[in-house]
């Protein structure tokens, strides 16, 4: 991870490209207002500038709000008879609405061709993004050069370079470099992210692959390299692109938060805020193609980039709460407001001229480093999400299986207890009379009818206990205390024992679990009673101590048994305590040679 966030240090340069061969224009430039609404024409700024009213501005700035007037500054180019190789003027400001150039040499006036962000683009007169004016150096004469700029919108950038040919070509050829590089970064994470949805079959991250391709087309409208090289000769994508591109790296943007956030259920506000922001974006992107297909709509980029701002706002203080809420780590936040803070120091900061660095901060070459640093934590964010879910699902996975192998195992070995324990009642209640009934029939002298009949009704009267004992009816919450009573009365008529019984929980909601376990429980307690206690009566009372727990109690009067004997060998009642268990209840055992008392104290709803 640190060796990544190196890698925006390689964009570093980009800020310090050398300045120094224009700061001496800045020493030597005047500056004049005039009105827009006055159709003052060069020979008369010519005649402003001879009667001084010319000035050289203190604490001059890089940014300057023109509104209404049209600004014009003159600099000097000295004659030269042993180099005469031309200057070149450059103005860094790839959109600037309106520049022209003026030279005066002696009484002569030549006019340079005029630049704009779209009739006459930058890069129809000189292959280069920003305006620039090739000025020939006289060996004679001075030449006096007058600068023309309007902009009746927001702020005008008059970062301005005068250079040499070598000068200007290598700061081209530097800027270009680093340029390349940055756009190698985004292809190359574009197709890294593209590799490692497909691979890791997270299609959501698609999105975000889609939202670095509309940054490298913001990328290109921003520096101009796309007017330049791609879409030169279309007026709607030199003056469109840029806020197209914005809307739908929103879009993009907002699908990944709604697709790859791992958002609780609860949490509908902050899935609601990505949701609405992202189809916000839908009719706008119908209006772009509205425009490109029909024309008109010339301000659209105003109330999109109005609307945008206040989409990413909301977006942030989400962020915000996420983090807060721990859903989200907090670098992730931080890289999702670099960018926000650089647009903003972008649009507030306003540099002095001399000032190289903090000229190159000023612009949006801060933005473009702070929106890689992005790119490369919300990637690490993407790989360590993606990584962190499947080594879960695989952990996951393994846990399903061992529990699925242990249930198998335990199955089997509740279904073979089950089996022995139905051989062994088979056994023992059946066998003694079918026992019976073969030496009654061979003893032929006592071969009476009413004594076969007393041993069948006896084997019947058995059988039917038997299946009384073993069946369990499909039990939920509803019918729990009817299939109870239902099977206490079978009960109390097929044995000898009195069976009473009371239950007082008609308005508690059990789980169907619980049910069907403490079913079980009370049929395995009085089987057991029946069968080995002796008893008279078996006593069975299932009342509710408060809004959250239950008491069973089930008691005999019985000789009671060995408690700590019976835990180890008995398989009803160690199955008791494993219904005990699963149900999360306590199970008390009070027994003695008067009888026994079993008491089960169940909680009504699992917290």
């Known amino acids: 991870m640190k060796i990544k966030l190196l890698i925006p240090i390689l964009f570093l340069p980009i800020l310090i490209f050398s300045q120094e061969n224009s700061s001496s224009v800045y020493k030597e430039l005047k500056t004049f207002y005039a009105d827009n609404n006055q159709s003052k024409n060069i020979k008369d700024i010519i005649n402003e500038y001879t009667k001084g009213n010319f000035y050289k501005e203190e604490n001059q700035k890089i940014y300057k709000i023109l509104g ?74 001075a030449t006096s050069v007058f600068l023309k700029v309007r902009n009746s919108s927001g702020r005008t950038r008059m ?24 756009i190698s970064f985004l292809i190359s994470m574009t197709l890294i992210l593209v590799f490692f949805a497909v691979l890791k ?40 692109i840029r806020s197209f591109s914005q809307t739908v790296g929103v879009f993009c943007i907002g699908s990944f938060y709604m697709k790859f956030y791992k958002l609780k259920a609860s949490q509908t506000i902050s899935k609601g805020l990505f949701k609405w922001g992202t189809i916000i974006t839908i009719p706008i992107i119908l209006l772009y193609f509205y425009k490109y297909f029909f024309g008109g709509l010339v301000d659209l980029y105003l109330v999109v980039w109005t609307v945008l701002k206040v989409i990413i706002f909301i977006w942030v203080l989400n962020h915000l709460y996420l983090t807060i809420k721990k859903q989200l780590p907090v670098y992730l936040v931080i890289a999702f407001i670099l960018p926000i803070l650089a647009v903003i120091n972008g649009q507030i900061m306003n540099p002095d001229v001399h000032n190289n660095l903090a000229i190159k901060l ?16 919300f990637t690490r964010y993407i790989f360590g999400a993606v990584i962190d879910t499947q080594r879960k699902y695989f952990k996951l996975k393994k846990v399903s299986d061992e529990l699925k192998y242990n249930f198998q195992n335990k199955a089997l070995e509740i279904q073979q207890q089950e089996r022995n324990k139905l051989v062994n009642n088979v056994h023992d209640t059946f066998g003694g009379y079918l026992e019976a009934l073969k030496l009654r ?109 239950i008491l069973l109690k089930v008691s005999d009067n019985g000789i009671g048994f060995n408690n700590k004997i019976n835990s180890k060998t008995s398989f009803g009642l160690n199955s008791v305590k494993d219904r005990v268990e699963q149900i999360n209840g306590s199970l008390d055992i009070i027994t003695n040679k008067k009888g026994s008392l079993f008491k089960i104290e169940v909680s009504i709803n699992d917290e």
């Open 159 to 182: 970062a301005i370079y005068l250079e040499t040919e070598n000068e200007f070509l290598e700061r081209v050829e530097t800027e270009y470099f680093y340029y390349g590089l940055f």
């Open 201 to 240: 079959k997270e299609y959501a991250v698609l999105f975000y692959a889609l939202y670095i391709i509309t940054v490298l087309f913001e990328f290109l409208a921003g520096k101009g390299l796309g007017a330049q090289y791609f879409w030169s000769d279309s007026a709607f994508f030199t003056n469109n």
């Open 68 to 141: 209404n007037k049209t600004l014009w500054q003159h600099f000097l180019i000295k004659s030269s008879k042993k180099n005469r190789n031309s200057k070149y003027f450059t103005i860094s400001n790839t959109y600037l609405p309106y520049g022209k150039v003026y030279l005066k040499k002696g009484t002569k006036i030549d006019s340079l061709y005029r630049v704009s962000n779209t009739v006459f683009f930058p890069h129809k007169n000189i292959f280069y993004r920003n305006p620039v004016w090739k000025i020939p150096v006289d060996s004679i004469l």
């Open 362 to 377: 000023s612009g949006p070459n801060i933005y473009y480093i702070t929106l890689s640093l992005e790119i490369l934590l």
């Open 441 to 549: 029939l061979l003893q032929k002298a006592d071969n009476t009818p009413e004594k076969i009949q007393e041993i069948l009704d006896a084997f019947y009267k058995d059988y039917r206990y038997l299946l009384n004992s073993l069946y369990a009816p499909k039990i939920n919450s509803e019918n729990f205390i009817t299939s109870l009573i239902e099977f206490c009365e079978k009960l109390d008529q097929l044995t000898n024992q009195k069976i009473n019984y009371t239950f007082n929980i008609d308005n508690v909601d059990l789980q169907q679990e619980k049910c069907v376990h403490l079913y079980r429980i009370i049929s395995e307690l009085t089987t057991n009673a029946i069968k080995y206690s002796e008893a008279t009566e078996i006593n069975i009372e299932l009342n509710q101590l408060s809004k959250k727990q």
